[in-house]
T-cell receptor, first 117, second 111 residues
Framework: GAVVSQHPSWVICKSGTSVKIECRSLDFQATTMFWYRQFPKQSLMLMATSNEGSKATYEQGVEKDKFLINHASLTLSTLTVTSAHPEDSSFYIC?????????????FGSGTRLTVV | QKEVEQDPGPLSVPEGAIVSLNCTYSNSAFQYFMWYRQYSRKGPELLMYTYSSGNKEDGRFTAQVDKSSKYISLFIRDSQPSDSATYLCAMRDNQGGKLIFGQGTELSVKP
């Protein structure tokens, strides 16, 4: 259980275009989703936290107008990279908080590899 | 100083070896500790989850948390080539805040 489905798994786009990445919780309701960015051989860097029905909270240094996050339902959050540039090429991963044994854990999507050419 | 420090490796061991992976942290408010395994070009998958101090065992994996030393460990017994991956420690405080990740340790288990 507690599966997050992320699409697409990879995408190539031209510089200046926009790309949308979707994350869906398949068997649970995700009130909170997290979006991460990961460069090769580096750790996950949190970009923003999205709560269903409200505005996302962005981490310091993340451009909210460039990385648009929408969490309009309890099962879907989207990240749109607007006016993409080559430096936006990275691995983007979403995550949702799920209950585990009375506490809570986090389950991750399979990631999206974005290449901007 | 980073909040969570993890030796990036790479770490190479022969099949069957015991592997020890470690993280140190600086924030005493962290209460939840997790270990994730990440295969290349995939999202992380949860291996172990521990609340506060103590040990937890699941098959070949054992997680240890020593809050007094701000030190957590993951042990893998009888390591297999399929264990080859990057292992990330992660932790958060009791307020339900964001996960803070270590850099990840790249492990290679040679047949």
């Amino acid at each position: 259980g507690a599966v997050v489905s992320q699409h697409p798994s990879w995408v190539i786009c031209k510089s200046g275009t926009s790309v949308k990445i979707e994350c869906r919780s398949l068997d649970f309701q995700a009130t909170t989703m997290f979006w991460y960015r990961q460069f090769p051989k580096q750790s996950l860097m949190l970009m923003a936290t999205s709560n269903e029905g409200s505005k996302a909270t962005y981490e310091q240094g993340v451009e909210k107008d460039k990385f648009l996050i929408n969490h309009a339902s309890l099962t879907l959050s989207t990240l749109t990279v607007t006016s993409a540039h080559p430096e936006d090429s990275s691995f983007y991963i979403c995550s949702a908080r799920v209950p585990i044994g009375g506490g809570s854990g986090y389950t991750f999507g399979s990631g999206t590899r974005l290449t901007v050419v | 100083q980073k909040e969570v420090e993890q030796d990036p490796g790479p770490l190479s061991v022969p099949e069957g070896a015991i592997v020890s992976l470690n993280c140190t942290y600086s924030n005493s408010a962290f209460q939840y500790f997790m270990w994730y395994r990440q295969y290349s070009r995939k999202g992380p998958e949860l291996l172990m989850y521990t609340y506060s101090s103590g040990n937890k065992e699941d098959g070949r994996f054992t997680a240890q948390v020593d809050k007094s030393s701000k030190y957590i460990s993951l042990f893998i017994r009888d390591s297999q080539p399929s264990d080859s991956a990057t292992y990330l420690c992660a932790m958060r405080d009791n307020q339900g805040g964001k996960l803070i990740f270590g850099q990840g340790t790249e492990l290679s288990v040679k047949p």
